[in-house]
């Protein structure tokens, strides 16, 4: 009798204590719940994204409504941080009316109310500094998905020649980050616009913003907007970043059929290529296609896209070199998404780097962005002057035509005689001086008149 009151009494001990653990882990859970930190709005011209700053991974439950029309948010666990602020959407927001919150129990809804009916895409992203845990957001408008009409170049009779120019990062994802503030995202679209006038500065060229504004674009929407536009070249700019502060000059990259030439082309590569963690983006595939007949296909678009991205590479570095310091001095190679979801001729110019104090301030500073746009594009004119696209008004004038040196002749005297700079024709003809001699036959490139 007094065994089993003696059990009984220690199983109830044991019990209560195992109670008394387990209500303390509940309670250490709790206090390690997330919180909700910041409500970030971002407009872009395809959709409205709202991304939900965490303290911590979450998980979260989606549902629509209508009348209003809202997206409601279930954060499961979640409490709101005492500074948190409800943004105020634009009245410029094609999509977003209003942002509310409200607790549910343990949980925290987020009710989006929307102007209209729309698609909603969501997403969870793991820390990448400077951003935490984040919840992403994107509203569509919801109706019929845009039919991509890539735009008929053959039946353009003196087309310009099309420069697809692609200012690196933008919204959430700035990019690289440099002394004082400076924000890859903000420098890399003020050269794109001062190289967009530049380029168009010749007659037979146009340029075209792929980012416009302050807002991101994955990879495969960028090279999608070349595509659709009928570009003959996909030129990316960026201004990166590295372990040392050190590091410093312009580079001029192509993509790379395998690892990256250098180990610096494989690191700017792989900070490059996390910028679609940014949007959840993924890679491109080719449907409907037997695996070998799509390898072969992307090979034989990349064997001959590569060839005139080297030739382009090298040409705009020709002209980079005399407006600013080099980090290297060839083009080199590394596997960026932005040139290998693209089949047109693709270069990325890293401009300088941002984590070096002094090349930060120049890049940041307006005639130094216009010494770079104005070399960027030189080289471009160079190349398609060289390789002008059938059809093109620079075709139809750039025919080349050799010239066989005379007694007398200097370089710039030809030069003078064709409307052609010494330098064109030195470059042309791969001559390391000005020198030249008698009997020597030289390829004279053509130039179109600005």
């Known amino acids: 009798m007094v065994t089993r009151e003696v059990y009984r009494l220690a199983f109830w001990r044991s019990h209560k204590i195992k109670l008394l653990i387990l209500a303390f882990f509940s309670q250490a859970l709790i206090l390690q719940a997330a919180t909700l930190t910041k409500i970030r709005i971002h ?43 409800m943004p105020v959407a634009e009245s410029s927001s094609k999509l977003l009316k209003l942002v509310r919150s409200g607790k549910r129990d343990n949980d925290l809804r987020i009710v989006l109310e929307t102007k209209q009916k729309t698609k909603v895409r969501s997403f969870s992203l793991q820390p990448i500094p400077p951003h935490t845990d984040r919840i992403v957001i994107d509203l569509y408008p919801d109706k019929p998905p845009k039919k991509i009409v890539v ?20 919204g959430e994802d700035p990019g690289a980050l440099g002394p004082r503030g400076i924000q890859e995202k903000q420098v890399v679209l003020q050269i ?9 500065k010749k007659k037979g060229f146009k340029g075209l913003l792929v980012r416009k504004g302050d807002y991101y674009m994955a990879h495969r929407k960028r090279t999608e907007f070349a595509r659709e536009n009928g570009a003959d070249l996909f030129v990316s ?8 502060s050190k590091v410093s000059g312009a580079s001029i990259y192509t993509l790379s059929g395998g690892g990256a030439e250098s180990e610096m ?16 983006a993924g890679t491109i595939s080719i449907k409907g296609r037997a695996d070998d007949v799509a390898k072969t296909i992307v090979d034989m678009i990349m064997d001959g896209k590569t060839l005139f991205s080297v030739k382009a590479g090298n040409s705009v570095l020709s002209r980079l070199q005399r407006a600013t310091k080099l980090h290297k001095k060839q083009v080199e190679q590394a596997g960026f998404l932005v040139l290998k979801t693209s089949d047109i001729p693709s270069i990325l110019v890293e401009t300088g780097f941002i984590s070096n104090p002094k090349e930060a301030r120049r890049l940041s500073q307006k005639d130094h962005q216009v010494r770079l746009s104005r070399a960027i594009a030189s080289g471009i004119w160079d190349f398609f ?10 075709a139809s004038v750039s025919n080349e035509v050799t010239y066989q040196v005379q ?20 470059e042309r003809n791969a ?13 004279i490139p053509r130039r179109i008149s600005s």
């Open 43 to 85: 407009e872009n011209p395809e959709a409205t994204r709202v991304v939900l700053d965490l303290s911590g991974k979450v998980t979260y439950k989606y549902f629509r409504l209508t009348e209003p029309y809202r997206a409601v948010f279930d954060l499961k666990g979640v409490s709101a941080s005492a500074n948190l602020v």
């Open 151 to 170: 735009k008929e170049r053959k039946k353009i009779l003196r087309r310009d020649v099309v420069v697809a120019i692609d200012a690196g990062h933008g």
């Open 192 to 200: 794109s616009k001062k190289l967009r006038a530049e380029i168009e």
């Open 237 to 244: 700019i960026h201004a990166d970043a590295f372990t040392s």
């Open 265 to 280: 082309g494989r690191f700017l590569a792989n900070r490059a290529n996390e910028s679609d963690l940014f949007s959840g």
């Open 385 to 394: 002057y060289e390789n002008p696209p059938p059809g093109t008004l620079v």
């Open 407 to 426: 007694r007398g002749d200097t370089l710039s005297g030809i030069g003078q005689e064709f409307g052609v700079s010494s330098e064109a024709i030195k």
């Open 431 to 443: 001559l390391r001086t000005s020198k030249i001699k008698i009997g020597q036959t030289l390829i």
